[in-house]
């Protein structure tokens, strides 16, 4: 006997040895009666079954009881069949009922699996009460291989990423749709809207059960948006409304013909337009609207539509009526349409409403302040348009400070929490309630620092301004975040600071969770300085350097600290080598501890320069007819102070620097002699800078007054007081012997966001110096001056050998003379770019306009009058590596400087191209 199940479908069972339950039992008499009473009366019973069975009169109404003694499974080939049988919760030793629900279940419970063609489970046979079940599969064939049709090979290559294809995988309809989506919607997002994706599969003649997997994409036309028609906009101009839409944007065109017919609209539509108090004026709003919609000109943001992202827009511009007064926008209704195969318009019509303006502001349940000074934070005037968004920076969004909630957590009220309700909304005036509670004062209990694998956990807490005891102050806590970010070891993407409150005992956990970057840099260039000239051997040229940002001193002599150089105390160590063959070499150390004696922020900078330098004969340029040495060290200490505020700090130091020319004219107005300089270095500075990536600022200012001085040598030696004004060989030694001045440095930096993200960057800067003189008969020092121009590059790394200021100056070649100038100024703007700013790159992308020039004596000086220059350029910092950059100036004055490139165009002409490496010139 069987039991037959094929997709759910069950045939009851009756087998012959259950006779005795259906006929009645027999008494027994002699033997040979009994034998063949019982032959008769089986082949009856067999014959009644079977009737029975032909006649589908089993009765139903009753349940027969087996137990399971064993589950096997038939035709799994690549599905391991333990997991299959337990899966069926088919168990042996279980009770099966049968008619019962056991059996239809196990078939169900496979079938889910979507892994089978076909599922049945038979009763294999009987032993008694036991039934022996065995569990028939045919499984889905697997996939061998898959191939996309149709598109590019580099499209194949990034959609199979998306894939979830493989080779062995079972292919079920489920995956078959599961590809079509993926593939649509890869291509959707790209902007072909019409696309159609085919999944064909074909049987496998070389694997059996397998087949290969054919998708067949035809993209069709790109579809663009051509138009974005905006309905019942009384207030807002389309211009205005379709800037709101970041992601849903028009194609760039430049409908000519369309512009002609402004005019014509103007006229046709003079009833919707608002006009000055000139007759005939048109308003350049109203212009710019008309025109705007035969002229999109923004190439950096292509033109596409993704549901989302159009969902996301419109309510980005409900949003921006909201905070322009309307809180009653909406939008009535939208469609999108296709006009041909590569275009489709967006129709949106919205309802304005009225306009509303703030009318009284109370405040509810505060205690610490009055009412006046939180409104002179909240600063919102009666009759101010109403606006959700103000009113929640003036709260607590603000993040510069000076917001309602800085207020309170400044002051430890960390459990602070203000709730705006609109208490009467009259006409179109609104009122609202500020509901104020304060809470009580928290203060800092501990502060914990994780995921510093690296760097000593000192390092970091002498950096926060977070103390334990303290009150809790959101200013310090951001400050601390800021300062973690500037000492360049963790990542600032990956930085998070999480307050853990205590409201039970009024204290608060605060932990800094940060992610160590890479910070040391290596430095290897080398070129090919072309032919020997009489100041340059020419020929092959390099640089090596290392800079360990975060080194560590005190670990040298731990073996095991070497992994591979000790670190994790914050040192900085660099080491470079400049040379040039024959022609120059330079060596330069450096060495800073930011915290010497570890309780105070004390920083020592320690400085080791040596170079040496030759000339050579014009004729014969192996030959060197002149040399050049310097040597140069340098010990200063600064700290941080308190006043006028805690970013300012006070830096001094002490130089000595030695010079020896012997018949070497290069670079100084004198050719022969040595010359001492001694001086002293003070320093005053104030950086309030924010980093959003490494090198790229996103806002605050810099600030930096610097002053060297000498001893008047010329009032102490008499010797040199009595030289006669007309140098001679020897006076001129004599008068360089001692190098006297006195030299004023300011830099000042200023960064501001241009828009809320921060990518995009305003910078203002100015670079002034000034080399004054105690003696005029002595006057103006050979060294300490400037020189002003070029690309800053070529002499960069050898100014302090050469006793000098490299300035650059984009867009010119250098402008000085060859002994330098004592005087200069330089002012810069840039409107910088963010691209990136991963930990594994930063790149920023910037456009400039400068202004500077140099001036050969005090009596000379015009501050106005300047060369000018503007261009552009692009930067990329690289961890390891450093600081690279391009950038391409066009100097407007170049004629005047005498310049003038060869070449026609204006570019040829007038322009210059400039190579950052390392570090950006001055």
């Known amino acids: 006997m069987i039991f037959s199940i094929v997709k759910g479908g069950l045939v009851k069972p009756v087998s012959s040895w259950q006779f005795h339950k259906i006929c009645p039992r027999v008494v027994p008499a002699s033997r040979l009666y009994i034998k063949y009473l019982l032959f008769v009366w089986g082949f009856a019973c067999h014959l009644f079954v079977q009737a029975q069975l032909d006649t589908n009169l089993i009765d139903y109404s009753r349940t027969y009881e087996f137990e399971i003694a064993d589950v096997r499974v038939e035709g799994a080939r690549f599905l391991d069949p333990r997991i299959l049988a337990t899966l069926s919760g088919l168990v042996p030793g279980d009770k099966l009922k049968v008619p019962g629900e056991q059996i239809p279940k196990a078939i169900k419970t496979l079938w889910r699996q979507r892994l089978f063609t076909n599922v049945s489970i038979e009763v294999e046979k009987f032993q008694g009460n036991k039934a022996y079940l065995v569990?028939?599969?045919?499984?889905?064939?697997?996939?061998?291989?898959?191939?996309?049709?149709?598109?590019?090979?580099?499209?194949?290559?990034?959609?199979?990423?998306?894939?979830?294809?493989?080779?062995?995988?079972?292919?079920?309809?489920?995956?078959?749709?599961?590809?079509?989506?993926?593939?649509?919607?890869?291509?959707?997002?790209?902007?072909?809207?019409?696309?159609?994706?085919?999944?064909?599969?074909?049987?496998?003649?070389?694997?059996?059960?397998?087949?290969l997997v054919k998708i067949n994409i035809r993209k069709g036309e790109k579809v663009k948006i051509d138009h974005i028609n905006f309905?019942?906009?009384?207030?807002?101009?389309?211009?205005?409304?379709?800037?709101?839409?970041?992601?849903?944007?028009?194609?760039?065109?430049?409908?000519i013909d369309g512009l002609l017919r402004v005019?014509?609209?103007?006229?046709?539509?003079?009833?919707?337009?608002?006009?000055?108090?000139?007759?005939?004026?048109?308003s350049p709003s109203v212009l710019w609207e008309y025109a705007s919609r035969y002229?999109?000109?923004?190439?950096?943001?292509?033109?596409?539509?993704k549901r989302d992202d159009y969902e996301a827009d419109k309510?980005?511009?409900?949003?921006?009526?909201?905070?322009?007064?309307?809180?009653?926008?909406?939008?009535?209704?939208?469609?999108?349409?296709?006009?041909?195969?590569?275009?489709?318009?967006?129709?949106?019509?919205?309802?304005?409403?009225?306009?509303?303006?703030?009318?009284?502001?109370?405040?509810?349940?505060n205690t610490k302040y009055p009412d006046s000074l939180l409104a002179r934070i909240v600063n919102i005037k009666r009759g101010e348009v109403y606006s959700q968004k103000l009113l929640e920076e003036r709260i607590f969004m603000n993040p510069n400070g000076g917001d309602l909630s800085s207020l309170y957590m400044d002051d430890g009220y960390l459990f602070f929490n203000v709730t705006p309700l609109e208490v009467l909304v009259e006409n179109d005036s609104v009122d609202i309630e500020l509901r104020i509670h304060e809470g009580a004062q928290a203060t800092i209990r501990d502060v914990r620092i994780v995921g510093n694998t690296k760097t000593n956990e000192k390092v970091i807490r002498r950096e926060l301004r977070t103390l334990p005891g303290n009150k809790f102050s959101r200013t310090d806590l951001i400050r601390s975040q800021r300062e973690i970010v500037n000492l360049g070891y963790f990542d600032p993407a990956q930085l998070d600071v999480v307050p853990m409150p205590n409201p039970e005992n009024g204290t608060v956990d605060i932990e800094y969770r940060v992610t160590e970057k890479p910070s040391d840099q290596l430095e290897l260039s080398a070129g090919w300085g072309g032919r020997a000239t009489a100041n340059t051997a020419g020929g092959l040229f390099g640089t090596l350097g290392v800079n360990f940002t975060n080194f560590s001193v005190r670990n040298i002599i731990d073996k095991k600290a070497w992994t591979p150089l000790p670190a994790?105390?914050?040192?900085?160590?660099?080491v470079r080598i400049n040379s040039n063959g024959r022609a120059f070499q330079s060596y330069i150390v450096s060495f800073t501890e930011p915290w010497l004696g570890g309780r105070k922020p004390l920083s020592l900078d320690f400085a080791f320069n040596r170079?040496?330098?030759?000339?050579?004969?014009?004729?014969?340029?192996?030959?060197?007819?002149?040399?050049?040495?310097?040597?140069?060290?340098?010990?200063?200490?600064?700290?941080?102070?308190?006043?006028?505020?805690?970013?300012?700090?006070?830096?001094?130091?002490?130089?000595?620097?030695?010079?020896?020319?012997?018949?070497?004219?290069?670079?100084?107005?004198?050719?022969?002699?040595?010359?001492?300089?001694?001086?002293?270095?003070?320093?005053?500075?104030?950086?309030?800078?924010?980093?959003?990536?490494?090198?790229?600022y996103e806002s605050g200012t810099f600030l930096s007054a610097q002053v060297k001085v000498t001893l008047p040598y010329s009032y102490i030696f008499p010797s040199i007081r009595r030289l006669p004004f007309e140098s001679d060989t020897l006076s001129t030694a004599l008068r360089y012997r001692f190098v006297e001045y006195h030299k004023w440095k300011l830099l000042f930096e200023w960064y501001m966001p241009v828009i809320r993200n921060k990518k995009l960057v305003f910078k203002a800067s100015a670079l002034m110096g000034f080399l004054g003189l105690y003696n005029p008969r002595i006057g103006y020092s050979?060294?300490?001056?400037?020189?002003?121009?070029?690309?800053?590059?070529?002499?960069?790394?050898?100014?302090?050998?050469?006793?000098?200021?490299?300035?650059?100056?984009?867009?010119?070649?250098?402008?000085?003379?060859?002994?330098?100038?004592?005087?200069?100024?330089?002012?810069?703007?840039?409107?910088?770019?963010?691209?990136?700013?991963?930990?594994?790159?930063?790149?920023?992308?910037?456009?400039?306009a400068d202004a500077g020039n140099y001036w050969n004596n005090i009596r000379d000086y015009r501050p106005y009058d300047l060369a000018r220059s503007f261009g552009a350029g692009v930067r990329v910092f690289l961890p390891m590596f450093g600081l690279l950059g391009f950038d391409y100036g066009l100097g407007i004055d170049r004629a005047r400087y005498g310049q003038l490139n060869q070449g026609n165009s204006i570019f040829a002409k007038y322009g210059a191209f400039r190579i950052i490496l390392g570090r950006e010139p001055e």
């Open 135 to 211: 569990i028939k599969v045919e499984e889905r064939p697997r996939i061998s291989r898959y191939s996309i049709k149709g598109i590019k090979n580099s499209e194949s290559e990034e959609l199979r990423k998306k894939l979830e294809l493989r080779a062995g995988q079972i292919f079920t309809e489920n995956l078959r749709s599961l590809t079509i989506n993926t593939c649509k919607n890869y291509f959707i997002d790209k902007g072909f809207l019409g696309v159609t994706v085919e999944v064909t599969e074909t049987p496998d003649t070389l694997l059996a059960n397998s087949v």
């Open 231 to 255: 309905y019942g906009n009384h207030q807002l101009n389309e211009a205005k409304l379709r800037r709101q839409m970041k992601e849903t944007r028009e194609r760039v065109k430049f409908d």
């Open 263 to 282: 005019k014509q609209n103007l006229l046709r539509d003079s009833v919707r337009l608002r006009w000055y108090a000139v007759p005939g004026g048109i």
């Open 295 to 305: 002229v999109n000109l923004n190439i950096f943001k292509q033109s596409k539509f």
């Open 315 to 365: 309510r980005k511009i409900i949003e921006y009526y909201n905070n322009k007064g309307y809180r009653d926008a909406k939008i009535v209704w939208d469609s999108v349409y296709q006009t041909d195969a590569k275009n489709l318009n967006i129709d949106i019509e919205v309802s304005e409403g009225r306009r509303y303006y703030f009318r009284n502001i109370y405040f509810k349940g």
């Open 568 to 574: 994790g105390d914050g040192q900085r160590l660099s």
């Open 611 to 696: 170079f040496r330098a030759n000339n050579f004969a014009t004729t014969d340029f192996s030959k060197i007819i002149g040399r050049y040495f310097s040597t140069s060290v340098y010990l200063g200490l600064a700290t941080r102070v308190k006043w006028p505020d805690d970013w300012f700090t006070v830096s001094a130091g002490l130089e000595f620097q030695h010079y020896i020319l012997d018949n070497y004219g290069a670079f100084f107005i004198f050719s022969n002699g040595r010359s001492t300089n001694l001086n002293a270095q003070f320093t005053l500075a104030r950086d309030s800078r924010a980093l959003a990536a490494p090198t790229f």
């Open 782 to 848: 050979p060294f300490e001056r400037v020189e002003f121009g070029g690309d800053g590059l070529s002499n960069l790394n050898m100014g302090t050998q050469l006793g000098r200021d490299i300035v650059s100056f984009r867009g010119y070649q250098i402008m000085t003379p060859q002994g330098g100038s004592p005087i200069y100024n330089k002012y810069s703007l840039e409107l910088r770019y963010l691209f990136t700013g991963s930990q594994q790159a930063t790149i920023y992308g910037l456009i400039f």
